[in-house]
C-alpha cells in the first residue's frame, strides 16, 4: 500500500502563488504516474495535472501556463506550483498515484480570497 501526505495550502490573494508538496511512502516508485486533485466546495473532485514516470506532464485546460507539476523520485515527492491564483481555483487538493486509485491523503485547502 502507499501513504500520501499533502501539504503547503493555505489563505493567498488573487494573483498570488502556493507550493503544494506530496510526499509519499510505502509500495510507490519512481515509474509510477503521480496526479494532482482538487475538490472545490460543492463540486466534485476534478485531475488538475499528471505527471508520468518518465516525467512528461499534462494539466486541466482551467490551469494550462499557471500550474506547473514536479517530481523529486529520490524523496518519493511531487510538488504542484501554482501562480497567478484565482478564487476559483479554491479548493481541498490531492495527490493521488494511479496504480493506487482509491487511496488518498488528507488533502490541503487552498483558499484564495481577497
Known amino acids: 500500500q502507499v501513504q500520501l501526505v499533502e501539504s503547503g495550502g493555505g489563505l493567498v490573494q488573487p494573483g498570488g502563488s502556493l507550493r503544494l508538496s506530496c510526499a509519499a511512502s510505502?509500495?510507490?516508485?519512481?515509474?509510477?504516474?503521480m496526479n494532482w486533485y482538487r475538490q472545490a466546495p460543492g463540486k466534485q473532485r476534478e485531475l488538475v495535472a499528471t505527471?508520468?514516470?518518465?516525467?512528461?506532464?499534462s494539466y486541466a485546460d482551467s490551469v494550462k501556463g499557471r500550474f506547473t507539476i514536479s517530481r523529486d523520485n529520490a524523496k518519493n515527492t511531487v510538488y504542484l506550483q501554482m501562480y497567478s491564483l484565482r478564487p476559483e481555483d479554491t479548493g481541498v487538493y490531492y495527490c493521488?498515484?494511479?496504480?493506487?486509485?482509491?487511496?488518498w491523503g488528507q488533502g490541503t485547502q487552498v483558499t484564495v480570497s481577497s
Open positions: 505527471i508520468t514516470g518518465g516525467g512528461s506532464t
Open positions: 493521488n498515484v494511479f496504480r493506487y486509485p482509491t487511496t
Open positions: 510505502g509500495r510507490i516508485f519512481g515509474i509510477d504516474d
